[in-house]
């Protein structure tokens, strides 16, 4: 049976965590610790400015054995959030796809907009569990269908190497939240291992046309900022809810 938990621990939620000791919630026999900030904190009333994200996510299981796997992340961003990618360069997935992070990042080092680690469990053969770990690499992604997109790249050496690219989807949208990403996380060793552990650092600041610019910025306008989350589990489990997280008005 699905369970539907309303907790504010979404990745974008993590990102935005401004806590010294993180946050954790328990739900089964899962544990989810999160933690990380975004700078600056003091950000203009009407006009955008430029911010960088720094966050971390844990996944453990009470009982010591493999937490159950995520399937799907879906993340909704505050209003007053803004992605800027025009003249930035795109990644093509295709030219990554089997690469190795350093060949990954050299291919496509215009591109990138975030960096970080990943880390799994895996369930070995003799039934003993694996540490798999990878640094993460975030580039900007080919718009489709006018939208533009995140490429997610890692490579997992254990217990066989594994290139995992995913192409994330970002949707602009109205009301409370200006957008919308879907993150569809491929099984990890053919199913047998786990996503426990991930950090990141987003941000980028480039030129175009002789301005700056920045890949993400924020503006203060009601003193909050906020972000919404889902993650769907493997067993059917729903984890979902938002976050909120003050700002000052400069």
């Known amino acids: 049976m699905k369970r539907l938990l309303p907790i504010a621990l979404a990745i974008g939620a993590m990102l935005l965590a401004a806590t010294a000791n993180g946050e954790l919630v328990k739900f089964g026999n899962l544990v989810l610790t999160a933690d990380g900030g975004f700078t600056p904190r003091t950000l203009p009333r009407r006009a955008f400015a430029p911010i960088e994200f720094k966050g971390r996510a844990?996944?453990?299981a009470v009982d010591g054995g493999i937490p159950v796997s995520v399937r799907r992340i879906v993340l909704e961003f505050d209003r007053d959030g803004r992605l800027g990618t025009a003249g930035l360069p795109t990644?093509?997935?295709?030219?990554?796809a089997a690469a190795t992070t350093?060949?990954?990042r050299a291919a496509c080092a215009n591109s990138i907009v975030g960096t970080g680690h990943v880390g799994a469990l895996i369930a070995a053969e003799d039934g003993s569990r694996l540490k798999a770990s990878s640094p993460l690499t975030i580039f900007n992604g080919p718009p489709e269908g006018g939208r533009p997109t995140a490429i997610l790249h890692?490579?997992?050496a254990t217990p066989a190497p594994q290139t995992l690219v995913l192409t994330v989807p970002i949707e602009k949208r109205g009301g409370e939240y200006r957008?919308?990403?879907t993150i569809d996380v491929p099984p990890i060793a053919?199913?047998?291992g786990s996503l426990v552990h991930v950090d990141a650092t987003v941000g980028r600041r480039y030129r175009f046309r002789g301005s700056p610019r920045s890949y993400v910025s924020a503006r203060c306008?009601?003193?909050?900022?906020?972000t919404h989350g889902r993650f769907e589990f493997a067993d059917g489990?729903?984890?979902d809810g938002s976050v909120q997280r003050g700002c000052t008005v400069r």
């Open 221 to 226: 306008s009601d003193g909050v900022l906020q």
């Open 154 to 156: 890692v490579r997992l």
């Open 102 to 104: 350093e060949v990954a």
């Open 179 to 181: 957008y919308r990403a």
């Open 190 to 192: 053919g199913g047998r």
């Open 58 to 60: 844990d996944l453990r």
């Open 91 to 96: 990644c093509d997935p295709a030219l990554i």
């Open 237 to 239: 489990s729903l984890v």
